[in-house]
């Protein structure tokens, strides 16, 4: 039985938060897109739609994501120190490489890894030509706050925007759901060169600061990779599916053939088959939305940003781009995903997820514009092709019964 479809009293949005005068196309499109999506069955527990990738909703119209999902407790203070203590010098430190974006969970992290836990700290930073000005500022401040030592690596940043920029010109050409993390994929060499910053500075410790309420399934769900409930990691198969569903894609768009497919390449090498063997700190320990702001807010007079109220995933300047993808085509961003984790976990309520989507899911052109004129590409054409693009609220059912 499927539920009543929510209608949301406030659908327009005036983009009052944009200080640049934008088309006025750009909002009524907006607009008119968020009217539909607004209509869509909702999970009545958390916040998904029904255009999300293989959701299915019982007859209380609570989604299959809800219906399976396992509530996973932190490991605990204790648990951490034993590792901690595993791991120590002979004079008695603890010495970590900290992944550090400058971003709001590597912040924090820089925080209680310092100052709570007290670990000898060096900040691992890559830079790979999109990070925002926001995010390079707030690095300064944590690390000269905190005093500890950074290293940044930097590829070839004007190689990688052009690389950015030739797989996003390949999208443009044919939109599709299932490929918008190419966008970046070449970004996720990350991880091999946090392992060699660990190898050659002898320090086996690598920190890692993200929170469990952002996993997400849609993103491989939109490229046909079922999830799997019962299992927190993807299976190889799915790696291997997933490889082949990109291979299949390159294939029908050639575009995506260019100048960018080694980087490409060792992004998902790097991303999927080289050890991730980190310390993932929050799953020891409690992560409280609430007091990770109020922290880095009062703490560390932590530069915000003047489009959003929220504080997450304001270092990467490819974020507002996918999420403006994803929600002109599907309905659905990383913050419905991020919110629909925090209800499931009892840390907000659903009518709390949805008031705060309202605003986190809006455009944020000013940022956009930012990425676009960073990497070489027109802004106003690039809005205007994602506008165009197919959209599934349009057919609500089209993946399903295309069997994915």
């Known amino acids: 039985m499927r539920t009543k479809k929510r209608k949301c009293e406030n659908q327009e949005i005036k983009m009052n938060n944009n200080k640049n005068a934008y088309p006025e196309e750009f909002v009524k499109e907006y607009n008119k897109a968020k009217a539909k999506i607004d209509t869509l069955q909702r999970c009545t527990k958390c916040v998904l739609p029904e255009t999300f990738p293989f959701i299915s909703f019982d007859q209380d119209g609570v989604c299959n994501f809800c219906n399976h999902y396992k509530s996973k407790a932190p490991l605990g203070m204790d648990a951490l120190h034993a590792l901690l203590d595993r791991n120590k010098e002979p004079d008695g430190s603890v010495k970590c490489v900290l992944s550090f974006s400058g971003g709001r969970d590597s912040s924090y992290g820089m925080h209680i890894v310092k100052k709570v836990l007290g670990l000898d700290v060096i900040a691992f930073t890559y830079d790979w030509g999109v990070a925002t000005d926001i995010a390079d500022r707030n690095q300064r401040r944590m690390c000269e706050k905190l005093e500890v030592e950074q290293i940044r690596i930097s590829a070839d940043l004007d190689r990688k925007r052009e690389n950015i920029k030739a797989n996003l010109i390949a999208w443009l050409k044919k939109p599709d759901l299932g490929t918008i993390p190419i966008l970046t994929s070449v970004g996720q060499q990350f991880f091999y060169h946090a392992n060699r910053v660990g190898k050659r500075l002898d320090r086996d410790l690598i920190v890692l600061c993200a929170t469990p309420f952002e996993h997400t399934y849609f993103k491989a769900g939109f490229a046909g990779i079922k999830p799997r409930f019962m299992s927190s990691k993807r299976a190889i198969y799915d790696n291997l599916k997933l490889a082949f569903s990109y291979l299949g894609k390159y294939i029908k768009n050639p575009?995506?053939?260019?100048?960018?497919?080694?980087?490409?390449?060792?992004g998902y090498l790097s991303f999927y088959i080289i050890p991730h063997n980190y310390l993932r700190l929050f799953d020891y320990l409690e992560w409280n939305e609430q007091d990770v702001n109020r922290t880095l807010l009062e703490e560390y007079d932590w530069e915000t940003s003047d489009e959003t109220p929220s504080t997450w995933r304001i270092d990467d300047g490819t974020v507002p781009l996918s999420d403006y993808m994803y929600y002109m085509m599907s309905g659905l961003t990383i913050n419905d995903t991020f919110r629909s984790n925090q209800i499931r976990e009892g840390r907000i309520s659903r009518e709390e997820a949805l008031s705060l989507?309202?605003?986190?899911?809006?455009?944020?052109?000013?940022?956009?514009?930012?990425?676009?004129?960073?990497?070489?590409?027109d802004f106003k054409s690039t809005i205007r092709t994602i506008n165009n693009a197919p959209r599934l609220y349009d057919a609500p059912r089209l993946y399903e019964s295309a069997g994915l």
Do not use: H
């Open 255 to 266: 575009a995506y053939i260019n100048k960018s497919l080694i980087d490409t390449f060792g």
């Open 357 to 377: 989507l309202e605003v986190e899911n809006q455009p944020r052109f000013n940022a956009i514009q930012w990425y676009c004129d960073k990497i070489g590409i």
